[in-house]
């Protein structure tokens, strides 16, 4: 795989931030993802390369992080949090909530792969509970009508 | 972007720039910006110690660490480089604090790595966020490029001869990797697995060097001290408890939110008056003071001092600043069981008592909050809670364990009602909650 010009910029100036070239590695592989959707085998070697690592030990890296995903995910991740503060909020009803407006489960994808579904841990909005985050957006005091708002939106935008 | 909220008992220290422009540079500098470090610089290394030491100030992470003190363990001569690291990995449930620090006033952290960095003599400077925080990552590489293109971090720092450099480092997505040997190694590269201790970061940190880690809030309170003193700060709180604190009010409050309160408030007063009391008629059936890894408090327990000291002898922790607030609809039983769910999730499995016991908790939990319970549930629960305390080599192990025993210990009534098959008494919808 051959690093865009952003993520070349990036490893280029991330890799003079520390004494040893595996220190880029954890932000490397979301910037990574990020663009281009998924961890990708073809992905994983590059990085590995360039930090002088092997596949595998760039693969147990990925395993750790719950973050960072080997098969693309949805265009809209709706990541829902369902941790102690969000669940005395009513997490429970707003999680079902999204099941129901998506067709989906948890884990699972639309089958348009635009939007993806997941309960997830403590997101740090337990002061604006319930909330979930989509594509590193916060969404707090969740309401259902906000929740409908928000997926109608972005349907919305996708038929235009 | 996080909503602020105020109330007149609140005394604004690392808040007071807290939706006053502060990202910006310029605004920063007329709101004293900048002033603290190049003060610290005119110090010395032995004053600012000696400064943050008397000041009383104590990590705000969750340990309560005399800061001060932490930072006299690093050597003074160090054949290897020295680091100053800032822990911005919040993700301790009920805890939401450092965001609002990031949001709002970004370079007062920047300000604190570098008051740090002069006090043990570390040349470079990592402020770590949690990968979610991506929003507030921008945030803070703006502002360390704002401080850069200032010369105010770089070379020869305010003229002082020093050099510093300071660079901003993304997570992406572990709660352990919040416990400081496993952020050091995260930052390396490499899975979040606590190191065994000692030695200790002070001494082998980073890349093997001497490393000084403070949570955000712990840094970000730095610069107030050098320029209020010692003496100023440690009188806002309570004997050996400096300054305030930001609570993060949960639950079905009122007025939920994070306020800044000087350290010993009363709990009680911070639910009632602060936070405006239970919303929907709710009554409170306990609290959790100091995020999801700490005992609870039952209702009648919550007449208690907001200060590390204070909490202790209340018999719980006053951890990271998580207030949580559980009201009569939320079922003990359910309420353990997703707490368990999260340790069980957040386990590196590095330590087999925290591996199998998160495990068992949540297979026993999930089972008994189904109404397939039985008696001896209760106490096997609280034998294998028992048994991962102090096992393991970070404290993800304790965090685990000690809220479980504390519910069965407060709460042991309310497990027994889900005992014969009954459905949950305590929920107005058992079957959703169901996990």
């Given at each position: 795989m051959k690093f865009s010009d952003q993520l070349e910029q990036r490893f280029s100036t991330m890799v003079t931030h520390y004494p040893t070239k595996r220190s880029v590695l954890v932000p490397m592989l979301l910037y990574i993802q990020d663009e281009v959707g998924a961890l990708t085998d073809e992905a994983i070697h590059e990085i590995a390369q360039r930090t002088e690592l092997s596949d595998l030990e760039v693969r147990n890296v990925i395993s750790y992080y719950s973050m960072l995903r080997t098969r693309p995910v949805g265009k809209y991740n709706f990541q829902v949090c369902t941790n102690v503060s969000c669940l005395l909020r009513g997490a429970d009803d707003i999680f079902e909530h999204c099941k129901k407006k998506l067709g989906i489960g948890n884990k699972e994808s639309t089958p348009d792969g635009l939007f993806l579904l997941e309960e997830v841990e403590c997101i740090g909005a337990c002061s604006w509970a319930p909330a979930l985050m989509m594509n590193y957006e916060f969404h707090e005091n969740l309401t259902p009508a906000k929740i409908d708002e928000l997926i109608d939106g972005l349907k919305k935008k996708e038929e235009q | 972007m996080a909503y602020l909220v105020s109330h007149p008992d609140e005394v604004k220290v690392?808040?007071?720039?807290?939706?006053?422009?502060?990202?910006n540079l310029d605004r920063y500098l007329e709101l004293d910006g900048y002033k603290a470090v190049q003060k610290a610089i005119s110090m010395g290394a032995d004053a600012i110690i000696n400064e943050v030491k008397a000041s009383n100030l104590r990590g705000r992470g969750g340990a309560g660490f005399p800061t001060g003190l932490k930072w006299s363990f690093v050597p003074k001569q160090s054949a290897k480089p020295k680091y100053v690291l800032c822990n911005g990995d919040e993700s301790e449930p009920g805890t939401c604090k450092d965001r609002l620090i990031f949001e709002h006033d970004p370079h007062a952290v920047i300000e604190g790595v570098m008051i740090a960095a002069l006090a043990v003599g570390a040349k470079s400077g990592y402020i770590y966020l949690r990968g979610e925080y991506r929003y507030l990552l921008e945030i803070m590489e703006k502002a360390v490029a704002d401080a850069y293109a200032r010369g105010f971090i770089g070379k020869n720092i305010f003229g002082s001869g020093v050099d510093l450099d300071i660079f901003t480092h993304s997570g992406a997505g572990a709660y352990e990797v919040g416990e400081e040997s496993a952020l050091m190694e995260s930052l390396e590269g490499k899975r979040g697995i606590p190191r065994i201790r000692p030695p200790f970061p002070a001494v082998v940190g980073l890349w093997g060097g001497p490393t000084v880690i403070n949570n955000a809030e712990t840094l970000a309170s730095v610069p107030h001290i050098i320029l209020g003193g010692d003496e100023w700060f440690a009188n806002l709180g309570t004997p050996r408890n400096g300054g305030t604190r930001l609570f993060c009010m949960s639950g079905e409050l009122e007025r939920p939110g994070v306020y800044e309160l000087p350290m010993g408030y009363n709990l009680k007063k911070m639910i009632y008056d602060v936070s405006g009391g239970m919303s929907k008629g709710r009554n409170l059936k306990g609290v959790v003071p100091g995020g999801s890894s700490v005992q609870i408090l039952t209702a009648d327990e919550i007449d208690v001092a907001m200060d590390f000291d204070s909490m202790m002898k209340a018999g719980s922790m006053l951890g990271s600043g998580g207030v949580i607030v559980l009201d009569d609809q939320m079922c003990i039983v359910r309420f353990a069981l997703r707490v368990t769910k999260f340790y069980q999730h957040e386990s590196c499995g590095w330590c087999i008592p925290c591996r199998e016991g998160t495990d068992w908790m949540k297979k026993t939990l999930t089972r008994f909050h189904a109404g397939g319970g039985v008696a001896k549930d209760i106490d096997n629960l609280k034998y294998l809670a028992e048994n991962m305390?102090?096992?393991?080599?970070?404290?993800l192990g304790d965090a685990a364990a000690m809220p479980i025993i504390s519910y069965i210990q407060k709460f042991r009534k309310e497990f027994e009602d889900h005992l014969d098959g009954k459905p949950c008494p305590y929920e107005k919808a058992a079957e959703a909650a169901l996990v």
């Amino acid at each position: 795989m051959k690093f865009s010009d952003q993520l070349e910029q990036r490893f280029s100036t991330m890799v003079t931030h520390y004494p040893t070239k595996r220190s880029v590695l954890v932000p490397m592989l979301l910037y990574i993802q990020d663009e281009v959707g998924a961890l990708t085998d073809e992905a994983i070697h590059e990085i590995a390369q360039r930090t002088e690592l092997s596949d595998l030990e760039v693969r147990n890296v990925i395993s750790y992080y719950s973050m960072l995903r080997t098969r693309p995910v949805g265009k809209y991740n709706f990541q829902v949090c369902t941790n102690v503060s969000c669940l005395l909020r009513g997490a429970d009803d707003i999680f079902e909530h999204c099941k129901k407006k998506l067709g989906i489960g948890n884990k699972e994808s639309t089958p348009d792969g635009l939007f993806l579904l997941e309960e997830v841990e403590c997101i740090g909005a337990c002061s604006w509970a319930p909330a979930l985050m989509m594509n590193y957006e916060f969404h707090e005091n969740l309401t259902p009508a906000k929740i409908d708002e928000l997926i109608d939106g972005l349907k919305k935008k996708e038929e235009q | 972007m996080a909503y602020l909220v105020s109330h007149p008992d609140e005394v604004k220290v690392v808040s007071k720039r807290f939706g006053m422009g502060a990202t910006n540079l310029d605004r920063y500098l007329e709101l004293d910006g900048y002033k603290a470090v190049q003060k610290a610089i005119s110090m010395g290394a032995d004053a600012i110690i000696n400064e943050v030491k008397a000041s009383n100030l104590r990590g705000r992470g969750g340990a309560g660490f005399p800061t001060g003190l932490k930072w006299s363990f690093v050597p003074k001569q160090s054949a290897k480089p020295k680091y100053v690291l800032c822990n911005g990995d919040e993700s301790e449930p009920g805890t939401c604090k450092d965001r609002l620090i990031f949001e709002h006033d970004p370079h007062a952290v920047i300000e604190g790595v570098m008051i740090a960095a002069l006090a043990v003599g570390a040349k470079s400077g990592y402020i770590y966020l949690r990968g979610e925080y991506r929003y507030l990552l921008e945030i803070m590489e703006k502002a360390v490029a704002d401080a850069y293109a200032r010369g105010f971090i770089g070379k020869n720092i305010f003229g002082s001869g020093v050099d510093l450099d300071i660079f901003t480092h993304s997570g992406a997505g572990a709660y352990e990797v919040g416990e400081e040997s496993a952020l050091m190694e995260s930052l390396e590269g490499k899975r979040g697995i606590p190191r065994i201790r000692p030695p200790f970061p002070a001494v082998v940190g980073l890349w093997g060097g001497p490393t000084v880690i403070n949570n955000a809030e712990t840094l970000a309170s730095v610069p107030h001290i050098i320029l209020g003193g010692d003496e100023w700060f440690a009188n806002l709180g309570t004997p050996r408890n400096g300054g305030t604190r930001l609570f993060c009010m949960s639950g079905e409050l009122e007025r939920p939110g994070v306020y800044e309160l000087p350290m010993g408030y009363n709990l009680k007063k911070m639910i009632y008056d602060v936070s405006g009391g239970m919303s929907k008629g709710r009554n409170l059936k306990g609290v959790v003071p100091g995020g999801s890894s700490v005992q609870i408090l039952t209702a009648d327990e919550i007449d208690v001092a907001m200060d590390f000291d204070s909490m202790m002898k209340a018999g719980s922790m006053l951890g990271s600043g998580g207030v949580i607030v559980l009201d009569d609809q939320m079922c003990i039983v359910r309420f353990a069981l997703r707490v368990t769910k999260f340790y069980q999730h957040e386990s590196c499995g590095w330590c087999i008592p925290c591996r199998e016991g998160t495990d068992w908790m949540k297979k026993t939990l999930t089972r008994f909050h189904a109404g397939g319970g039985v008696a001896k549930d209760i106490d096997n629960l609280k034998y294998l809670a028992e048994n991962m305390l102090g096992r393991t080599f970070c404290p993800l192990g304790d965090a685990a364990a000690m809220p479980i025993i504390s519910y069965i210990q407060k709460f042991r009534k309310e497990f027994e009602d889900h005992l014969d098959g009954k459905p949950c008494p305590y929920e107005k919808a058992a079957e959703a909650a169901l996990v």
